[in-house]
């Protein structure tokens, strides 16, 4: 039986703020996924998040260290690597976070003194940089001294567990290798993959938008960079929890929803976080900016869901689910993605036979490296017995089959 709604005098409000939401007071669901991961956790194992663009991951990982900072059994530290674009950056953006971490072991503390400048806790504004004596010693090195000496320092403690959430490193990685730095991003991948084995008193969560299938091939590395992390599924928000979310957003722009409308809600959105905002966000004004306050109805999601997919400055955010095939495949293999992508999203949500695919893709040499690297993706899932394949997400199907009958992308 289905949990009763609350009503909405229960509900807090959320302004909607696609995109840049960060508040836990704001966070809206993933009990599912946040219990998962706090017993791997408990259980010694180390986690990867690996799901397409703009389902919350970020958001989720806010939320999560908020919940733990609450407890005494987990203490967690978060990085975000957005925007780092060598190995360098990549270490002092840990150190920065790191020195930002209270209650931390005072033998680690003094370690980060030895290396680096503006790592006290209580004032320094200004950003961390290497000492003189340490600036001519491998970024990676050092890294690998840190977490090592963190390793050891919380080992003595014991409680609580140490968590180091690593957001956006495919995303630092290939960004490390894009700027000519090829062998130094298959070097950090293997470097963090010996320091989670080495340091069993920590544990990791480790999170991006972008494969690691991607970022190995990328970088010549191979799929043990990452064999010693869990996959958590995360994938849209259930049905439940996003006709929450889409509730509580109604009341913040001040508009009565009715169910028809938020079952609408649900459906064209998929559960996607940041569309359900974008949405809701749309919702609050009409024509010429006029405020509207009228209840929210069914047809007009409906009709909002479609202006948005045609209108390319609004839904630019979406264009990835098109354009990042260019972005992340060869050229030859991108050409045959969108070919087989365009026949699967030819079909309303369900399965579609492999033997009905036209031949020409079928039989092509990369049919099989680039099938693999579209489910891995996100994009496709196959049938237990291989014969057919659907959309993994139906809304994302829908996303990708408007822009590419309009000829809008790609």
């Not at 509207?292 to 045609?310: D, K, N, Y």
Request: glycine share 6%; aromatic share 8%.
């Amino acid at each position: 039986m289905a949990e009763p709604r609350p009503s909405d005098a229960a509900l807090k409000p959320i302004v909607p703020n696609p995109g840049s939401e960060l508040d836990p007071a704001n966070f809206v669901g993933r009990r599912a996924e946040t219990g998962r991961a706090l017993e791997m956790l408990k259980a010694g194992q180390n986690i990867v998040l690996s799901d397409p663009r703009r389902m919350g991951k970020t958001f989720w990982t806010v939320a999560l260290a908020n919940q733990m900072s609450q407890g005494s059994q987990f203490q967690p530290v978060r990085i975000d690597y957005q925007g780092v674009q060598t190995t360098q950056e990549f270490l002092l953006r840990s150190v920065e976070h790191l020195a930002k971490t209270r209650h931390l072991p005072h033998r680690f503390v003094r370690y980060l003194r030895t290396w680096f400048n503006n790592v006290e806790v209580t004032v320094s504004q200004r950003p961390v940089t290497i000492k003189k004596v340490a600036e001519a010693i491998d970024p990676l090195v050092l890294l690998e001294r840190l977490l090592q000496q963190l390793g050891q320092s919380v080992d003595k403690v014991k409680k609580p567990t140490l968590v180091i959430i690593m957001d956006e490193v495919p995303d630092a990685v290939l960004s490390i290798a894009e700027h000519g730095q090829v062998a130094d991003g298959k070097n950090l991948l293997k470097r963090l993959r010996y320091l989670r084995g080495a340091n069993p008193a920590i544990r990791w969560i480790v999170a991006g938008s972008v494969g690691f299938h991607h970022v190995w091939n990328r970088c010549g590395a191979g799929g043990d960079v990452i064999n010693d992390l869990n996959p958590l599924g995360f994938g849209p928000l259930d049905p439940t929890e996003a006709a929450t979310l889409t509730r509580r957003l109604a009341l913040g722009i001040a508009r009565q929803i009715e169910d028809e409308a938020v079952t609408a809600m649900v459906k064209v959105t998929g559960g996607m976080p940041w569309l359900i905002q974008k949405l809701s966000d749309a919702l609050r004004y009409g024509q010429n900016n006029v405020r509207l306050s009228q209840e929210i109805t069914a047809q007009e999601v409906g009709e909002r869901f479609s202006a948005f997919i045609a209108d390319r400055d609004q839904s630019h955010d979406v264009t990835h689910f098109v354009t990042r095939i260019t972005q992340y495949y060869p050229k030859d293999e991108a050409k045959l993605a969108y070919s087989i992508l365009d026949w699967a999203a030819q079909e309303d949500a369900g399965w579609r036979e492999l033997a009905d695919l036209p031949a020409a893709l079928g039989q092509h040499e990369r049919f099989q490296a680039v099938m693999d690297n579209l489910v891995n993706d996100h994009y496709l899932s196959p049938s237990e017995d291989g014969q057919r394949v659907r959309w993994r997400y139906d809304f994302i199907r829908s996303i990708y089959h408007q822009r590419r009958w309009l000829g809008r992308d790609q």
